[in-house]
């Protein structure tokens, strides 16, 4: 069974700084491409950044420089650090494993940047 568990969601305030981590069971984690998604309330699903396992990293250009993202094989993790936070980055962030024609997805974690 594949599961994409996400955590450290949370409220901070803007200019602040979070980590997010997916940890992936029931996949060959290091042949997977990962990434991060967010949706806002009203507003489509969009990618946010992913690293193939390659460790080619492609970010939205809306989060370059200030969005990190990062993977550890050995600990199944997949980290999306980040910082100088704003209020447009509130949304629920999705980790998702990718092979082929197959894609996991987490089931998401808040993020909410707000004074």
């Known amino acids: 069974q594949v599961q994409l568990v996400e955590s450290g969601g949370g409220l901070v305030q803007p200019g602040g700084s979070l980590r997010l981590s997916c940890t992936a069971s029931g996949i060959s984690f290091s042949i997977y491409n990962m990434g991060w998604y967010r949706q806002a309330p009203g507003k489509q699903r969009e990618l946010v950044a992913t690293i193939s396992r390659g460790f080619t990293t492609v970010y939205v250009n809306s989060v370059k420089g200030r969005f990190t993202i990062s993977r550890d094989n050995p600990k199944n993790t997949v980290d999306l650090q980040m910082n100088s936070l704003k209020p447009e980055d509130t949304a629920v962030y999705s980790c998702?494993?990718?092979?082929?024609?197959?894609?996991?997805w987490g089931q998401g974690t808040q993020v909410t940047v707000s004074l």
């Open positions: 998702t494993a990718n092979y082929g024609s197959m894609t996991y």
